[in-house]
Each structure stands twice: as structure tokens, then as C-alpha cells.
């Protein structure tokens, strides 16, 4: 049975071929390949055109990408046996209004994401997270001396110490508190200062070492709300490429009502029931927003309106 994808920057369709992408010669081939095909990023910002059907990715010949910016690539997988790269573009110019002019539009990526297809979010977020990767991981951690890039960029060798690093993924906890004291279950959001105003989301957090899904968890909604979870239940989870974390989507019931935001991460919070919780997802709360349509916090609120229980 195919997975259910439910959230944006999930379901890339490519194979990634990561049992093959290590063979140097295997990869040279699909180097050579004359379909092989690239798509652009520059500045993290993925190559978009219009189309009748709506936005979508700009793709490149990788011959054509290579004229660009050459050795710049990363292998991102294959579609249909055919290979497919992403390059990276540097510098301060706009290349929508130099080589690449007529092609497109170099788009914010989340604000590409509101309008892809979800297949192109998610090979546009890969393409993210491996430029951001490589950005800050060109020197050995062992040893101080630079790395060189193999695997068609999925992994940096040290050729003084031979330390292999690969690209990290962060996790990040995500929950929608929930409390069911009283007549009506209700849910808590938070606020943080920086948010545009009236914008209120899901508390989350980053895992930290030797701590289990459920206690990290824990541990935030009591930093941030001062709350103590009784119970944890997983939802779904998001890959998100800013620059490159697996937010992990959960339902967290506490046992008291008493949330006090702790005023450095959170500046308020709000209980809602499920019809107020609807206003906001409707956009017609009187002074809640609700997070963005990309955010797996709204895919929590969602799943909770629509009756999703603990």
C-alpha cells in the first residue's frame, strides 16, 4: 500500500539510488547521460516557471546547467531511470536576469512550496538542504582539513584523516497540546515575539542527546507552557529544509489548563476549543492566524478538528 503523504517537502518521487550513487563509475554514467536533467537553486531559491497547469520546477538539460556553473551539481536521484541533479548558482546576481533569462523566476522556497506541486516541493527541499549542508561542512570536524565531495555530494571524505561525513538531519519535536478537563477538549498555541502578528502555531523543540521522542516532548511543553505531558501520540512527519530538519508531528495531552508561556521562547498562548480552532484554520478568528498552508502545524490543527484524539 502506497504511504500517505500528508505534509509538504514529503513525497519526492525520484529514486535515490543510494545504492548505486557510491560506485564512482556508475555515477560518471549518469554524468554522461544526455537525459540527465538539473534544476536550478540560487540563494536557496529554486527555479520556477509558469505553466498553464500552474507554477512548477524549471528543469534544465544537466549539459546546460554544467555551461552555468560548472561541477556545482548534486545527484538527487533518478525518474524513471533517467537521472536527475540539482546545481547550485553563486553570487550576488540574479542568473533569472542573465544566462537563465526567459526561463523563470528564482522563487523563495517557502513560498514556492505554497504553489508546487508537492513532488516539486520535496525534490526542491532536498536540493536545499544538501546546498546548505555542503555550505557548512567543507572542512573536516576531525581534523580541521578540507573535505572533497563523493557520492554525487551525499557524503564529504577528508583526504588527510579519511573521516567520512554525511549529511545531519536535526529532529525537531512538534505537538499540539492538548487538554480534556472540562466540558469541551480543548488545544494550546503559542506565540512567539518575532511571528507576524497575530500568528500563533504549535510549541516545538529540538531533540536533544539521549532523550527519547516522548521525552523531548515532555521536556518542551513543560519549558515553554510549564505544562506536564501525560501522554504522547505520534501524527506524521515533515522533512524541512531550513536548512535541514525532521519536524516529528505529535498530539501531547497534559493534565492541567494552567499554561504559562515562559516569555523567551513563548510570549503568550491560547486555549481553543475545536470550533475556535476552526475559525483559525478558516481565517475567521477575530485575532488568531493560523501557521502557513507548508507547516506541519496546521496539518496538526487540522487533524485535530477533524477529530484526531489523543
Not at 505534509?7 to 554514467?29: I, K, Q, S, V
Not at 571524505?157 to 477538549?185: N, Q, S, W, Y
Not at 505520534?234 to 508561556?261: C, K, N, T
Request: net charge negative; hydrophobic share 45%.
Amino acid at each position: 500500500m502506497p504511504l500517505s503523504i500528508q505534509n509538504t517537502f514529503a513525497g519526492n518521487p525520484l529514486d535515490r539510488a543510494g545504492d548505486r550513487r557510491n560506485d564512482p563509475a556508475w555515477l560518471a554514467e549518469q554524468e554522461a547521460n544526455p537525459e540527465a536533467l538539473a534544476l536550478a537553486i540560487w540563494q536557496g531559491k529554486p527555479l520556477v516557471e509558469d505553466h498553464a497547469d500552474g507554477p512548477r520546477l524549471q528543469w534544465l538539460s544537466l549539459n546546460h546547467a554544467r555551461d552555468i556553473v560548472p561541477d556545482r551539481e548534486v545527484f538527487l536521484g533518478l525518474w524513471k531511470e533517467a537521472p536527475v541533479f540539482a546545481v547550485e548558482i553563486e553570487g550576488p546576481v540574479d542568473p533569472a536576469a542573465g544566462p537563465l533569462q526567459g526561463l523563470g523566476a528564482f522563487m523563495d522556497m517557502r513560498e514556492a512550496a505554497g504553489v508546487l506541486s508537492g513532488a516539486d516541493a520535496a525534490m526542491a527541499g532536498l536540493a536545499k538542504s544538501l546546498f546548505d549542508w555542503r555550505a557548512r561542512h567543507g572542512f573536516c570536524a576531525a581534523c580541521g582539513h578540507a573535505s572533497d565531495p563523493a557520492s554525487g555530494g551525499w557524503k564529504r571524505i577528508c583526504p588527510a584523516c579519511g573521516t567520512e561525513h554525511f549529511p545531519r538531519v536535526d529532529p525537531v519535536t512538534i505537538m499540539l497540546v492538548i487538554h480534556k478537563g472540562g466540558t469541551e477538549d480543548r488545544c494550546l498555541l503559542g506565540r512567539q515575539a518575532a511571528w507576524p502578528a497575530g500568528r500563533m502555531s504549535a510549541l516545538a523543540g529540538f531533540l536533544e542527546p539521549g532523550e527519547s521522542i516522548e521525552e523531548g516532548c515532555a521536556r518542551e511543553v513543560a519549558e515553554e507552557a510549564g505544562l506536564t505531558a501525560t501522554k504522547v501520540r505520534y501524527h506524521s512527519s515533515q522533512p524541512w529544509p531550513f536548512p535541514s530538519q525532521l519536524m516529528i508531528g505529535l498530539f501531547a495531552e497534559v493534565d492541567s489548563d494552567d499554561a504559562r508561556p515562559d516569555q523567551t521562547e513563548l510570549e503568550a498562548v491560547a486555549w481553543l476549543t475545536r470550533g475556535e480552532a476552526a475559525e483559525v484554520l478558516a481565517g475567521t478568528h477575530p485575532t488568531i492566524k493560523a501557521p502557513p498552508r507548508v507547516a506541519i502545524a496546521r496539518t496538526l490543527i487540522q487533524a485535530w478538528v477533524d477529530g484526531f484524539d489523543v
